[in-house]
């Protein structure tokens, strides 16, 4: 009967599968559809009829299997001319129509929410431009840009490290935010820009953070290069080997490229590894940690050869080539840098034992340190002036400076060399242990612990000039935000002993009114003599605000005024003074620039003016 069906329908043209769907079972079988025509309005008119029969009409328990069999079918034909034999099969269903049905909703809801969900979302519109799609993720982190090195950029991607790793260990940002910012960089895109534009994928950090993370990707970057132009020079003069190309990438700061570059300089005596390697005895010290029992420094004796004239000189040689391996290890400076972090490291200063005291400027000097004569504080909790003037007392070769680390940080290294990161790879006799002892305790004096020192150094140099600018560039915008003396005829006082004090009277409009001098410090009986003078200038220009500068004479020059003050003498003139920072303005006052704005003043009475303009 359903095949049959099938075939009237081939015959017919298709009713709409909705409006046939939404009818009842038995409502079905009296639906006739017209022949020829049929239009969208008659198909929604008995689509009103259906549902309103459908209130009178309850379903079957399970109809649920031929509903769908039945919608697969149906709406899987298509209209087709009469002569065709068999009805095309289509995988797209008509899902828009599907969704219309109420039937559907209640006969299987499973099918219809399945439906639903994958039923495409209109982006589309009639008649003007297309709708633009917004931006709905609530990530406030974004769309992690991976990072990809430039072919170009060889100097990022051939080191062995990664870029973004160690720029995350040094700024203390997130990984996936330091790729983005790499990535931003690499397309010229400006700090103001990120800061305000890509939020989202810098994780709305500030601009003083960015220039922190653009500083530290350049010094990576300049190590990077300098690395493979060092590599390059030494391929040149033949001095480069493999185990000298791997330390040079595993460089990650300056002071370790440094570190492994300064042997192979051109007139350098070279180090005593080199000297040994020369000598062939490099194969036996890699025999020492990976065949020892079948490794005999006897037969490296050479009896007319320096180096290698007793057995010795043969064990001195093998242990400044292992020394030299393990201090240009990655992993075991990596190791010693972390016990460095968890121990007690302290930055030591003490009185140098010749600063000349006999020298007048020495023994200036040496006074002006004497807070750091004795001085002792750990490295994570120094100030940043500290570190400073330590230096500067170096500099003078006033004060000696030392960083200390504890001896259980060198027995913890010794140990873990010995038993883990250089323990052999086979048993090895006690004196070939030996020999493993020395080398790892020779390597921690003579080349890792002075590295260390460097780089506590330079770390902390760099972390106070830094701190040093910020602290300037603090003081200076509270210095250019201070908020001025608008709308007041100044009266500007540069205070002095023997030339006087100097008087300006300047305008709102900064317009030089009067210049004089007045002596206030040169007798006892002078002061109301020249308070008087004070007093009718004050009343002639109606200025009520003195200016005093803080150089020599100030207090005394103060306490003048704030008497006078005390004791109305100005009255009816309410008159106040300030204190005003004249740093600069005896320069200013011989300079072009003073002589073009006051051309016909001395320059002592410049300095006045200046005084006053500068409140």
């Not at 039923?119 to 709708?131: A, I, L, R």
């Not at 690499?186 to 500030?206: C, G, S």
């Not at 490296?300 to 080539?321: C, F, P, R, S």
């Not at 020394?323 to 200063?349: G, P, W, Y």
Request: some cysteine; glycine content about 4%.
């Amino acid at each position: 009967a359903q095949e049959k069906r099938w075939k009237i329908e081939e015959r017919q043209p298709i009713v709409d599968v909705c409006t046939e769907m939404s009818l009842p079972k038995r409502a079905r079988k009296t639906v006739a559809a017209p022949k020829q025509e049929l239009s969208f309005l008659s198909g929604m008119s008995e689509s009103e009829e259906g549902s309103n029969e459908e209130e009178d009409w309850k379903p079957e328990k399970k109809p649920a299997k031929r509903v769908t069999k039945t919608v697969v079918k149906k709406t899987a034909a298509k209209p087709k001319a009469p002569t065709a034999a068999k009805p095309r099969k289509v995988n797209k269903p008509i899902k828009k129509e599907m969704t219309k049905s109420p039937t559907m909703q209640k006969t299987n809801p499973k099918l219809f929410q399945m439906e639903k969900e994958e039923e495409p979302s209109d982006d589309f519109t009639f008649g003007g431009p297309p709708v633009k799609k917004l931006k709905t993720s609530a990530d406030p982190a974004g769309k992690v840009v991976k990072y990809k090195a430039k072919s170009s950029n060889a100097d990022d991607c051939d080191m062995n490290w990664n870029i973004v790793e160690v720029l995350s260990d040094r700024t203390n940002i997130e990984p996936w935010v330091c790729s983005n910012l790499i990535k931003l960089f690499q397309d010229e895109n400006t700090i103001p820009f990120i800061a305000r534009y890509r939020k989202e994928l810098i994780n709305n950090l500030d601009a003083d953070a960015l220039r922190e993370v653009q500083q530290a990707m350049t010094d990576l970057r300049s190590v990077a290069k300098k690395a493979h132009n060092l590599v390059e020079k030494l391929k040149k003069e033949g001095k480069l080997n493999a185990s000298l190309h791997t330390a040079m990438l595993n460089c990650r700061t300056a002071d370790e490229l440094e570190h492994v570059y300064t042997p192979y300089k051109t007139g350098s005596k070279g180090t005593k590894a080199q000297r040994a390697r020369q000598l062939g005895l490099e194969d036996a010290a890699k025999a020492l940690i990976e065949t020892p029992q079948q490794l005999n420094l006897y037969k490296y004796i050479k009896q007319n050869t320096e180096g290698l004239a007793t057995l010795q000189d043969v064990e001195t040689g093998v242990q400044h080539i292992l020394a030299d391996m393990i201090a240009k290890d990655k992993d075991t400076l990596e190791h010693i840098r972390n016990l460095c972090k968890q121990n007690f490291v302290t930055l030591n200063s003490t009185l140098a034992k010749s600063t000349g005291k006999d020298k007048e400027g020495n023994a200036k000097d040496v006074d002006k340190f004497h807070l750091y004569h004795n001085f002792t504080c750990n490295i994570n909790r120094v100030q940043h002036h500290q570190i400073l003037a330590i230096n500067r007392g170096e500099n003078l070769k006033v004060l000696t400076v030392k960083v200390s680390v504890p001896d259980r940080v060198k027995d913890a290294f010794s140990r873990w060399c010995v038993n883990e990161r250089w323990r052999p790879k086979q048993f090895a006799r006690p004196e070939l242990m030996k020999i493993l002892h020395n080398s790892v305790e020779d390597a921690y004096k003579r080349l890792i612990y002075p590295l260390l020192c460097r780089e506590f150094r330079s770390k902390l140099t760099s972390d106070a000039e830094k701190e040093s600018i910020m602290m300037f560039g603090r003081n200076l915008r509270q210095l250019l935000l201070a908020n001025p003396v608008r709308g007041r005829t100044i009266l500007g006082v540069d205070p002095g002993y023997k030339h006087g004090c100097k008087l300006a009277v300047i305008s709102p409009t900064n317009q030089i009114l009067h210049t004089d001098v007045v002596y206030l410090h040169s007798g006892p009986g002078r002061g109301m003599a020249e308070a008087e003078k004070i007093r009718k200038l004050l009343q002639n220009f109606n200025c009520q605000t003195v200016a005093i500068g803080n150089g020599t004479a100030c207090r005394e020059t103060e306490r003048y005024f704030a008497d006078l003050i005390q004791r109305k003498f100005f009255a009816p003139l309410n008159v106040v003074y300030c204190i005003t920072n004249e740093a600069g303005a005896s320069i200013y006052s011989v300079s072009p620039e003073a002589a073009k704005e006051m051309p016909d003043l001395d320059p002592n009475l410049r300095s006045a003016g200046n005084i006053a303009s500068r409140m």
